[in-house]
């Protein structure tokens, strides 16, 4: 049975996943579906953390708009999330970010990694 599962998950495994680290900002392009059209929406924030492996590998995504927090978690081999882009790269030395959840203005920026 689990060989099954497993010939199932890896066809529906991404050929190019994107490459990008927890701290990083970045821009998803996620696919909305309004009615019997289809767009593509644009989020753009801090990446707070990556989980998972395989197909059901996940990463939450925090901005914020109007001085309101807004998160969204998007699963990395989903149909619906056409690209990921990389604006810049962060310095972090955590593998999850939740104390960016508390913080507001300055504090809540990520350094850039300079190489």
Known sequence: MQ????????????????????GDTVRV????????RERVQV??????????GSVRAT????????GVGVEKTWP???????????IRRGKVRRAKLNY???RSGKSAKVKELVR
Do not use: W
């Open 76 to 86: 990395l081999h989903s149909p619906n999330v056409e690209k990921v882009e990389v």
């Open 43 to 52: 989020f753009e924030g801090t990446v707070l953390k990556k989980q998972g």
């Open 100 to 102: 960016l959840r508390n």
């Open 29 to 36: 392009y996620g696919k909305i579906k309004e009615g019997n």
């Open 3 to 22: 060989e099954i599962i497993k010939k199932i998950e890896d066809a529906q495994l991404k050929a190019e996943v994107p490459q990008f680290q927890v």
């Open 59 to 66: 990463f939450t995504v925090r901005k914020t708009s109007n």
